[in-house]
Structure formats: structure tokens, C-alpha cells
Nanobody
Framework: QVQLVESGGGLVQAGDSLRLSCAAS????????MGWFRQAPGKEREFVIG????????DYASSVKGRFSISRDNVKNTVYLQMNSLKPEDTAVYYC?????????????????WGQGTQVTVSS
């Protein structure tokens, strides 16, 4: 069992940067694939970015490539989402997710464990 707690959300202006953290409990964190998803009001939850258990493979949504990055610290049991050049359309609740198996298509149903989410609001 893995419990995930996101932090770092807030209100920023367009063009600003923000770093989200996801702290995980459990001794098997280092073996889990981790990902970030987001859900804007009235929209479905969508994949943002994901990282393999050892950081060797990273997948991006096209909308964030070049602006967002992901990293993980398997000693601290934490995964980070660095968001640069933020846009108003990045406004959403951001969720951290984990699974022991690498997802095939980064569909939300493929990931077993989820955090409670953290709000990111980007003003224009």
C-alpha cells in the first residue's frame, strides 16, 4: 500500500514557475512508476507527465513538453513536478499517482494509488 500527499500548489501569474511535491509512504516507493495528472473544472482528468521507477524513462503530454519536468528522489520517497512558463490553461487540480506496473498508455485507470490533489491556479 502506498499513500501519496501532494503539496506546493497555489496561485501564480502567467509565466511564473511552481514546483509540486508528492510525498509517498511505503517501502516500495522506489519500485513504482509515478505520474502527475490534472483535472480542470468541467473537464476529464488528463495525464501530464510520468517517470519510471529509476527515472530512466519520462513521458510527457504534448501540452507541457518543454515547460514541465519531473524528477524523483527514491531516498526521500518524493516525486517532483517542476512547472515553468505557466499558462492560464494549466489551471487545474494536480494529482500524483503511482503503480507498481508501468502503464501502457498513461490512462488514469492504469494507476492504483492516488493523492488527494493540490490546486494550481494561473492568472493571466
Amino acid at each position: 500500500q502506498v499513500q501519496l500527499v501532494e503539496s506546493g500548489g497555489g496561485l501564480v501569474q502567467a509565466g511564473d514557475s511552481l514546483r509540486l511535491s508528492c510525498a509517498a509512504s511505503g517501502r516500495t516507493f522506489s519500485t513504482y512508476t509515478m505520474g502527475w495528472f490534472r483535472q480542470a473544472p468541467g473537464k476529464e482528468r488528463e495525464f501530464v507527465i510520468g517517470i519510471s521507477w529509476n527515472g530512466g524513462n519520462i513521458d510527457y503530454a504534448s501540452s507541457v513538453k518543454g515547460r514541465f519536468s519531473i524528477s524523483r528522489d527514491n531516498v526521500k520517497n518524493t516525486v517532483y513536478l517542476q512547472m515553468n512558463s505557466l499558462k492560464p490553461e494549466d489551471t487545474a487540480v494536480y494529482y500524483c499517482a503511482a503503480d507498481p506496473k508501468p502503464p501502457r498508455g498513461w490512462y488514469s485507470y492504469e494507476l492504483t494509488f492516488w493523492g488527494q490533489g493540490t490546486q494550481v491556479t494561473v492568472s493571466s
